[in-house]
């Protein structure tokens, strides 16, 4: 079932009202739904010792969601200097920090072992010898390749760019250890809106198995594993909700399993973003334009700059119309944004109530990778974000983008140069 009824009994009522205060668009959050999903993470791994969250930043980069984060104990996932430079502005500091980046330049070096350091997780072993200074604590990302099977947002592991091969990874941490790290962690992300229990739960099986054989091939301990982020939400109504318990249950046994055979148990880490976020986040739109041509078209006031996932995945994100839910006269439309690419739309072909101008349209489950994705292409400008606090309050979170933003970056001091090869006349 898309959108939590918990959160979303609590904002329809309130939405034309905060339309009167706010205007729309806008992206709208719940505290109170973040909170309770961190908690019940937080309570389904509690038998794993040191079991530690960190929030995928990349998800919902905005350091108001962030300090809850950080209530609930959580650590963040980074993969970019801006979301360091985020995550240290509230708070995060040292090993609360994951930086997982790729083709990671000199300067993510920099800022990620600068300031308090981070958690380094190494993309690839040609960046071993690009490590300003080894930490003493390395983690590898691990890429099985033709081991297993991907799912269709990140893609079969043979293709994907990320992580370390099979027959790279002993090297790897041989190497690491040579050059002084001393404590170890590994880390995998293979799926993205993964509903599959079981699949994350062969993820986790390869990982501890992948550390047995680098233990009794080097007689490094893992201190930690990492198996990503990736759990999925329902998007769709007749979509089960990912079964929490049966991953932590079904985890637990297997780290009993290594604890029996190796003598100690690592700590669980998890990356999640989706799960964190996602359903508790909506992006609210008015509908200003009805077009009928060959089909039906539902102009509204956000266009794809403020969600691309339909766009870039084909994604499926449930739409309601305010007041007008559970009537049977629905008939197909297209919901459309104005951006001048046919591939702006939050809908096709969904049947949808009759709608008027003024109707307020709810798209749902667009707290993760929902504004966090948006873009200027067009012109089109980002809009603002609010939280419905756990008391009541609705609250500014990041106001929309102006079109002085959009012409920030044409203001600079000149600068011209003559190559001196030229040709000159
Ligand atoms: C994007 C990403 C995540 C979060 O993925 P979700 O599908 O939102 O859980 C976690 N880890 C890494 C390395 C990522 O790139």
Not at 253 to 265: G, I, N, T
Not at 321 to 339: E, N
Not at 395 to 407: K, S
Request: aromatic residues 10%; contains cysteine.
């Amino acid at each position: 079932m898309p959108m939590s009824p918990f959160y979303r009994d609590r904002l329809f009522p309130i939405l034309p009202e905060i339309e009167a205060q706010f205007g729309t668009p806008f992206h709208i959050y719940d505290e109170e739904g973040i909170r309770q999903t961190g908690l019940r993470l937080n309570d389904a791994f509690s038998r794993i010792d040191g079991f530690r969250e960190y929030f995928a930043v990349k998800a919902l980069p905005n350091p108001h969601i962030m300090k809850i984060m950080r209530d609930l104990g959580f650590g963040f996932d980074c993969s970019s200097i801006a979301e360091l430079v985020l995550s240290r502005q509230v708070g995060g500091l040292g090993e609360e920090l994951m930086f997982t980046s790729n083709n990671t330049s000199a300067a993510d070096f920099e800022e990620a072992l600068g300031k308090g350091g981070s958690l380094l997780n190494l993309d690839d072993i040609t960046l071993i010898p690009k490590v300003p200074q080894m930490p003493e604590v390395i983690c590898f990302r691990y890429n099985p390749g033709p081991r297993r099977s991907g799912n269709s947002i990140i893609g079969n592991p043979v293709e994907a760019k990320y992580g370390v091969a099979h027959h790279q990874l002993l090297d790897a941490y041989a190497c690491a250890k040579t050059k002084g790290a001393r404590r170890f962690g590994l880390h995998t992300m293979l799926a993205s809106n993964e509903l599959n229990c079981a699949y994350m739960v062969q993820t986790a099986r390869m990982l501890l198995d992948t550390a047995r054989w680098i233990t009794s091939e080097l007689g490094i301990r893992f201190e930690f594993i990492n198996i990503g982020g990736g759990l999925g939400i329902p998007y769709r109504p007749e979509d089960p909700p990912f079964d929490l318990d049966c991953l932590a249950n079904e985890i637990y046994v297997l780290f009993e399993q290594f604890a029996a055979d190796q003598q100690y148990m690592p700590r669980l880490y998890m990356e999640s973003g989706r799960f964190m976020t996602g359903p508790h986040g909506v992006l609210v739109v008015k509908a200003i334009n009805r077009k009928d041509i060959y089909r039906t078209y539902i102009g509204v006031d956000a266009s794809m700059s403020a969600l691309m996932r339909p766009a870039m995945y084909g994604a499926y994100h449930h739409i309601e119309v305010l007041g007008k839910s559970g009537r049977s006269d629905a008939i197909p439309v297209d919901v459309v944004g104005s951006l001048c690419e046919n591939n702006d739309k939050f809908a096709i072909q969904r049947p949808l109530p009759p709608i008027d101008e003024g109707d307020l349209l709810i798209i749902q489950d667009t707290g993760a990778h929902g504004h966090a994705m948006g873009f200027n292409y067009n012109g089109k400008l980002r809009p603002k974000e609010l939280l419905l606090r756990s008391d009541g309050r609705v609250e500014l979170i990041r106001r929309a983008e102006t079109i002085h933003d959009y012409l920030a970056t044409l203001q600079f001091e000149p600068q011209r140069f003559t190559p001196k090869s030229s040709c000159k006349k």
